[in-house]
């Protein structure tokens, strides 16, 4: 089945409206940007979460010390690194205990990547639309991120075959996740395979 990640929580009712659903994770970013949130947010976010979702922190040229760091504290179970990450930052963390996703811009994704999933994406969260055509086969599973609705995801689901798909600011309204376009995401995601 379609696995989703509603990305950029900030707020308790963020939390609340991706609880309503079946999203499989929750991203919260460290990064600098409109949705970046302290360790602290994210760790009072997380206790708020359905324990059965999984939390995922976005990183852009962190060092491993601060991703361990926010990790030990419970508020993240997997990194998302952004940023031309080698290979030696990913096993890093992994020996830490974290499952890690390496995001590529496009499709050019390393075939020699030891990421847990791999992640292609329009840029580092521009909310661009990728251009969708056939995903890259690798041995990971495929997120797809990139300007992605309620109203196209199905359609990009069933081009592109991910096992994944990721969406912030196709969720908001003014800049706010929206629970009923949250909702419609996940359904019509699950629902498109």
């Given amino acids: 089945m379609m696995k989703v990640k509603i990305c950029g929580l900030m707020t308790p009712s963020d939390v609340a409206a991706v609880n309503t659903t079946s999203a499989d994770f929750a991203g919260f970013v460290f990064a600098p940007g409109r949705h ?22 976005v990183f852009v040229h962190e060092s491993i010390n601060d991703i361990l760091a926010i990790y030990r504290t419970g508020a993240i179970q997997i990194a998302q690194l952004h940023g031309g990450v080698d290979n030696e930052k990913v096993q890093a963390l992994q020996a830490a205990g974290m499952q ?64 994944v798909v990721d969406v912030s ?15 419609a995401f996940v359904t019509n995601a699950k629902g498109a395979v």
Wanted: charged residues 15%; hydrophobic residues 40%.
């Fill in 36 to 57: 970046q949130i302290t360790a602290a947010t994210a760790q009072d976010l997380r206790q708020q979460l359905h324990p059965e979702i999984q939390t995922v922190g």
């Fill in 100 to 163: 890690v996703i390496q995001v590529f811009v496009q499709q050019a994704i390393a075939a020699d990547s030891p990421a847990d999933y791999v992640m292609v994406d329009s840029g580092q969260g521009s909310g661009q639309t990728l251009d969708w055509s056939p995903l890259p086969t690798v041995h990971q599973p495929t997120i797809l991120a990139g300007g992605l609705t309620p109203a196209n995801v199905a359609t990009a689901i069933q081009i592109t075959r991910p096992a």
């Fill in 169 to 183: 600011s196709g969720v908001e309204t003014d800049h706010h996740k929206d629970i009923q376009k949250i909702q």
